[in-house]
């Protein structure tokens, strides 16, 4: 006889059991996308407006505005913001995200994974 995990009974039970897969997998996708988008609001502001003012000043001595150069800052400019607020300030806030299903080398990989 087999003993079946409290997943398996629940996906036995279902009418559609493809369809309540298909929609358990959508809610823990919005979940860690939640998650990740409340993970960048304390620094992502901060981190553009610093990458801004990086570009205006290479623009002053340069006398031409390259958004790369804002790009580049901002990637910078993230991880910094990242290693004072999370790291150093709040680093309890870690539990927070570990508790929503998000480990810390996650949290760093969304941070350094900025793709264009």
């Known amino acids: 006889m087999k003993c079946y995990t409290s997943a398996e009974v629940q996906w036995l039970k279902s009418p559609y059991p493809a369809k309540a897969e298909t929609q358990a997998n959508r809610s823990q996708t919005m979940h860690i996308i939640l998650s990740i988008l409340i993970f960048y609001i304390k620094f992502i502001l901060p981190s553009l407006a610093v ?12 006398e031409k505005f390259h958004w790369a150069s804002v790009e580049i800052y901002y990637i910078l400019m993230s991880m910094v913001f990242h290693y004072f607020i999370y790291e150093k300030r709040n680093p309890d806030d870690y539990c ?12 760093w990989g969304t941070t350094l994974n900025k793709k264009h």
Request: hydrophobic share 65%.
């Open 96 to 107: 927070f995200y570990y508790n929503m299903g998000l480990i810390k080398f996650m949290l």
């Open 51 to 62: 990458a801004i003012a990086l570009g205006f000043l290479v623009n002053l001595m340069t």
